[in-house]
């Protein structure tokens, strides 16, 4: 199961964040230990090199896009290898949106159709679509038979 997703700003603040089967007690632990292990170990890092961390049992996959920091937690079947695939799927997502890497003002002016986006690629804690067409059409807003 994807446990968590969140995007956070080069200064720690979340700026979307999307939890499944994490309970509320715990979700501000998480929050501060990504937003901290971002903080050590992001400065200096590419856009899209993947970093990977396990804490408790599970897989963290974290990256930085222009000025906005990805982090993707998994356990069981969502490996360090699968939550590649699903950020890669993000950040391909989020550049589609954006036209490029998104500086924070971007990111934040294109909001609602990146959480469409998230929404379109992760479901109920599962990665739900990949491709790139699909996601684009399914955040139109548009009943299927307008295309």
């Given amino acids: 199961m994807i446990l968590a997703v969140l995007f956070a700003n080069s200064e720690g603040n979340i ?84 036209g490029k890497p998104p500086t924070e003002r971007l990111f934040l002016d294109k909001y609602g159709r990146i959480c469409l986006c998230l929404d379109e690629i992760v479901w109920k804690g599962y990665l739900e679509s990949t491709e790139k067409d699909r996601i684009r059409r399914l955040i139109r807003l548009k009943p299927p038979t307008e295309f």
């Fill in 15 to 98: 700026l979307v964040e999307r939890f499944n089967g994490v309970p509320a007690e715990e979700r501000l632990h998480w929050r501060s230990f990504l937003v901290k292990l971002g903080a050590d170990n992001l400065r200096g890092v590419k856009n899209e090199e993947l970093l990977v961390a396990c804490h408790k049992s599970v897989y963290i996959v974290y990256t930085v896009l222009g000025d906005v920091s990805i982090f993707v937690v998994g356990k069981d079947e969502y490996d360090e290898l699968a939550l590649s695939e699903v950020i890669f799927v993000i950040t391909s997502a989020v550049k589609d949106v954006c």
